[in-house]
């Protein structure tokens, strides 16, 4: 007998079905596939939203937002990511650490500001604070009721 138990959390969905045949797998594949192009489109609206500046590849980040459905033969997974060494520290926010920079062999270094040069051995910048700016977590969450209804028309299709 067919056995369908699912979750979702803040992190995923998670679909468990146990002793399905190959129908009800294409069956979960083919309810949860649409909803993969609109996941992506709004990962990449919302990190467009969040971007202020270009730096030497602009749209890099946007193009790396990922999603689809596949079968891996054991499992359905659907999945939004980045490959982009950005992409966790934009989701999860991060901190810049404590800093001290020293000029060489105990010379000095020269910075401007105001029109006054200053001269100084070293510089200490503080632990800054960059808050989140998540993209991927937001668009799942949008989907959230879609994916779970998608679930229950696939958990009834196997009932029946």
């Known amino acids: 007998m067919p056995t369908f138990r ?3 959390d803040a992190s995923g969905a998670y679909a468990h079905l146990e002793a399905v045949g190959p129908k009800a797998r294409q069956a979960l594949k083919d309810a949860l596939t649409p909803i993969a192009p609109a996941m992506q489109s709004d990962a990449r609206d919302i990190a467009l939203a ?3 500046s270009v730096g030497k590849k602009p749209g890099q980040y946007l193009a790396s937002i990922r999603g689809g459905v596949t079968d891996k033969g054991y499992a359905i997974v659907g999945w939004l990511r980045t490959p982009s060494p950005l992409g966790h520290l934009l989701e999860l ?4 650490s404590d800093l001290m920079i020293e000029a060489k062999a105990g010379g000095v270094m020269a910075f401007e500001a105001g029109g006054v040069s200053k001269f100084v051995r070293f ?4 632990a800054t604070a960059v808050k989140p700016y998540p993209a991927i977590g937001p668009a799942f969450t949008r989907h959230r009721a879609e994916i779970l209804a998608a679930l229950d028309r696939v958990k009834q299709d196997i009932a029946d």
């Not at 926010?93 to 810049?96: A, E, L, R, Y």
């Not at 510089?123 to 503080?126: A, I």
């Open 123 to 126: 510089v200490h910048r503080h």
């Open 93 to 96: 926010g991060f901190t810049i």
């Open 50 to 52: 969040h971007i202020h």
């Open 6 to 8: 699912q979750t979702i």
